[in-house]
């Protein structure tokens, strides 16, 4: 069931890698619910669940490209964890592909809003999301 | 009136549960026959025949101490949760179940109109040519019987009922379960909300911590029955999952020392909101690949891992705590 509203889009962006030469005033009109954060690796699962449980439709990080992390491995150990927690999601029937971790390098930071475009159509390709929890 | 030395009253019961606990009270042995001598105990299911009337009898706040045991999955559970609290100065949930749903709380991650036609139709083992399923009401001889109706979700006993103390296992070990009984009866309390077991995770007490080494890897994942671990290693340093990091301790190691790793029915620990995701985060951040390639191989060997994350606590997760409230009544 798809609606025309926007999907409610959580980013992390690593500030060792994403925007951080760009005006980030600009940058966060452009880019709703971005959250810069100064390693990828330290996003929390629990930050991740409660934003979904909080009813957000996906969650995108932006981190730095593999083995080039600034803490040396931040971008291996959010992998991991992303990984294990998507198999969280399926269990609680909230598709996996909607946290998903991409790698790279961007310090205009102005492909950010384009990468959450293609992650939105992404989105509006699953199913509709349940609450977590609840019964269909 | 001059009854001056009146016993306190206590009532055991069980919700959604196993008899587990109630054995291990039953284990208390001679303690228990001393606890018996000093109080009144009214109700205890498992145990001793008595009458819900006599408790509906009973004045509000007149039971010391209710020891309750099991999750809450249909009505019937939250009714006898509500006439029990209402009767009893102190609550303490006893057991996994009661503190955080518990294994039953794994049923949540079905839903229920799914469980029902599975227990009642597609079970291999069930033969129902009639496809019949259980009804909120029926007649029998002219009477109408009822049946609890079947809630949405499991849940645990402080999403029902004010709890005052908790005190997790599964069951809970003897020696806390005495300890716990004798503080709450002595007037001796402890803070109110709090768990009666040490706040550290089960590693910092565990004897085979010493075989950790000091940067703890996992380069390979085996499950417990694929391997024979010796009884002094640790089970992550070999591969095998064991939620010892993520889980408070107090349990005894009762499992570690039947060679068995920790499936965390203590939960989290202390200020953790979430057992799963933390013990999941931990996990991650030991496995230690060569290459992507391998690190796909590894996270792929791990069987299960939100039944890893949920077993005793998913109904108190942040996905999946749900109010009573919000559950129907009615089917
Ligand atoms: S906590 Fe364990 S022993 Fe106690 S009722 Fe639940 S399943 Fe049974
Ligand atoms: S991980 Fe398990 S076996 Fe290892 S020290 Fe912790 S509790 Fe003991």
Known sequence: ?136 | MSQARKKAKIAIYWLGACGGCDSAIVDLGGSLLELAEKVEIVLWPAVLDFKYDRIRSLADNELALTIMSGCVRNSEHREMAELLRAKSRLVLACGACACFGGTPGLANLRQKGDIVSWVYGDAPTVVNPEGERPQPTCRVNGAELRLPAFYDHVHALHQVIEVDYYLPGCPPPVDLLLGAISALLSGKLPHRGSTLAPQKPLCDSCPRAASKPARLEIRTIHRCHEVEVDPTDCFLAKGVICLGPATRGGCGGTCLAANTPCRGCFGPVEGVRDAGARFLSSLAALIAPEDDEKLRELLEAIADPAGYGCRFTQPVSILGEQSCADDNEEE
């Open chain 1, 1 to 136: 069931m798809m609606t025309e509203r926007h999907p409610a889009i959580i980013v992390f962006t690593c500030n060792f890698g994403w925007g951080y030469q760009g005006d980030r005033e600009s940058l966060a009109l452009a880019i709703a619910n971005w959250l810069p954060v100064t390693c990828c690796g330290s996003i929390e699962a629990e930050q991740i669940l409660e934003a979904f449980r909080s009813g957000a439709d996906g969650i995108l990080i932006l981190a730095c490209p593999r083995g080039e992390c600034h803490y040396h491995e931040g971008d291996s150990q959010i992998y991991k964890r992303v990984q294990l927690i998507k198999q969280l999601l399926a269990a609680h029937r909230i598709d996996p592909e909607r946290l998903a971790i991409e790698f790279g390098r961007d310090p205009s930071g102005e492909a950010i809003p384009a990468r959450v475009t293609g992650f939105a159509r992404r989105l509006g390709q699953l199913d509709a999301p349940l609450a977590p929890g609840g019964d269909a």
